[in-house]
Structure formats: C-alpha cells, structure tokens
C-alpha cells in the first residue's frame, strides 16, 4: 500500500475532480480506497469544495445532461444513478430542469422511430418491444404511450 502526505492526496484528488465532475460520494469512496483516516478525507473534502473542485450542484447538472443528452436516459435513469451518487432530493429535481421539455419528448420520438426502423410492421409485439425497451431506457409509461400509439398501424 501506498502512503501519502495530506498535500499529495489533495493535488491527487484535485487533478482527479478536475478531469470531469465527480460527487462527493465518488471522491469519498476514493480517498477511503486509497486508505485514508476519517479526519484526512474530511480535510481533503473541505480542501476541495473551498477550491472549487467540487460541487454537487453542478456534478448533478452535468450528470443529466451527460445521461440525457448523449445517452438518452429518461427521467427514472436518471434520478436512480443520481440516488446512487447520494445527491439530495433537492439538488435531483434542480438538476432535472436541465432537460428541456420539448427535448424530452423529441428523444422519445426519435428513439421510437429508431426502434421501430428495425421491424418489418410494427404490430402488437413490437409495440411492446418498443415499451420495454423506453421503460429500460428510464422513460415513464405515461410519457410515451401517445407518441407510441400514433405508430401503430
């Protein structure tokens, strides 16, 4: 195991925050992977806040706007991975007003459209098809069933 001084962790953990946004859960993990004592990851924590390399707020942005934007996560995703980064309920829906509505629904259109490329004629199985794979996807029943529906023949 590799032992480091406090300044170290903290120019290791800043270059760390600085490649992408991390949360403080990710950070956290990291520094206790790396076998540091409670009161070390706490200094390293408020060293890295003060400085700026750490936010939640704006880790939670960038999150749905990476997961919507350029993996077409729904909402339900999304909310779920930002739970499992321990973000406050709070920061979450703050963070979800990043996606614009009309986009959302334009996602779900083209990832229908995607889809239903694939199939012959789109009939009841496919359309279920179609269903499991937006729910799998993090979109809503009720935020699909329409724009699905106008596909049906």
């Not at 120019?11 to 490649?19: E, F, G, S, T």
């Not at 939670?60 to 995703?77: E, L, N, P, S």
């Not at 229908?112 to 809503?140: C, D, T, V, W």
């Amino acid at each position: 195991m590799t032992y480091y001084s406090i300044d170290e962790v903290k120019q290791k953990m800043a270059r760390y925050c600085a490649y992408q946004e991390r949360s403080h859960y990710q950070v956290e993990k990291k520094l206790r992977e790396m076998g540091m004592i409670p009161e070390a990851i706490d200094a390293v924590m408020l060293f890295l806040i003060r400085e700026g390399f750490l936010n939640e707020e704006r880790f939670a942005r960038a999150y749905v706007r990476g997961k919507f934007y350029q993996k077409h996560w729904g909402k339900q995703k999304i909310i779920q991975g930002l739970k499992q980064h321990q973000i406050h309920a709070n920061l979450i829906v703050k963070a979800l007003n990043e996606i614009d509505d009309a986009d959302y629904q334009t996602t779900i259109k083209t990832l229908i459209e995607k889809k239903s490329r694939h199939m012959p004629e789109i009939f009841y199985q496919n359309k279920q098809k179609i269903a499991r794979y937006l729910l799998q996807k993090g979109y809503k029943y009720e935020e699909f069933s329409d724009i699905l529906s106008g596909f049906i023949k």
